[in-house]
């Protein structure tokens, strides 16, 4: 279950330094950089929440995973909808493993 969404994050972390390294003018090439930070933003956000959600799934406390500001606090509407879909997935994995051992 989080193995899977611990891949995930490799994935989107892979995403984000691709990102970063094509800010440069150098790198750009035809590329806006208005597109590239915006989709950055995008990417290091679900990054944040899906890192949350697999972290309180493993029973880590929020003040252990992260120290916002005031000003930027997470989706907790988000996250909660993350933390569910992990769950949902996990119990149709258990179930179908349950299935075939029959």
Do not use: W
Not at 21 to 40: F, S, T, V
Not at 45 to 55: D, G, L, N, T, V
Not at 66 to 80: D, M, T
Not at 92 to 98: F, G, I, R, S, V
Request: contains cysteine; proline residues 2%.
């Amino acid at each position: 279950m989080l193995k899977e969404t611990k891949i995930y994050l490799k994935e989107v972390a892979k995403e984000i330094r691709e990102l970063k390294n094509q800010r440069p003018l150098k790198n750009r090439g035809e590329k806006n950089l208005y597109k590239i930070i915006l989709d950055l933003d995008k990417l290091k956000y679900k990054f944040r929440s899906f890192h949350i959600a697999s972290s309180e799934l493993r029973g880590k406390s929020r003040d252990q995973i992260e120290k916002p500001s005031e000003s930027n606090k997470a989706n907790e509407e988000y996250i909660l909808k993350i933390k569910e879909g992990i769950l949902k997935k996990y119990e149709l994995q258990k179930e179908k493993a349950l299935r075939d051992c029959a």
